[in-house]
């Protein structure tokens, strides 16, 4: 399994285990990659992304290194492979998951306190059950 580039800052992802599903995380900006089959896979039916804008993102998917575009899934915003059905999720909008508030870190602030593993993952099952509902 070849490691995938981070579409947010070309850190290199690394493999983890959520549930049945094996998802690529970024050890740096901890942004999240979904295959496409792996969100299917997962929820049995297609995942509602939804395009938000027209033009395309500055991102590229790390499996196709087309542009990805802007999209809404499952109330987040998210990037969108249209080739591959690839879907990137940023750290910032996975914690969202939790307090249902957009987090946003101004230039000069200091991040975030990294959060376990464990609880990450836990976030993003809660967010894949929603999406199944
Ligand atoms: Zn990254
Ligand atoms: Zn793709």
Avoid: I, Y
């Avoid at 987040?76 to 987090?103: H, I, K, M, W, Y």
Wanted: one cysteine or more.
């Amino acid at each position: 399994m070849s490691q995938l580039t981070c579409p947010g800052c070309t850190g290199q992802m690394r493999a983890f285990q959520a549930g049945k599903l094996t998802l690529d995380r970024c050890a740096f900006c901890r942004g999240l990659w979904f295959d496409g089959g792996e969100l299917e896979g997962t929820l049995g039916k297609r995942p509602a992304a939804k395009l938000t804008a027209e033009q395309e993102s500055s991102r590229r998917c790390p499996r196709c290194a087309v542009p990805m575009r802007p999209a809404e899934c499952g109330g987040l915003r998210v990037e969108f492979c249209t080739q591959c059905s690839g879907v990137f999720l940023d750290d910032g909008e996975l914690t969202a998951l939790n307090g249902g508030q957009p987090v946003r870190v101004q230039a000069g602030q200091p991040p975030p306190p990294a959060r376990p593993e464990k609880q990450v993952q836990d976030d993003v099952m809660d967010w894949l059950h929603s999406l199944g509902t």
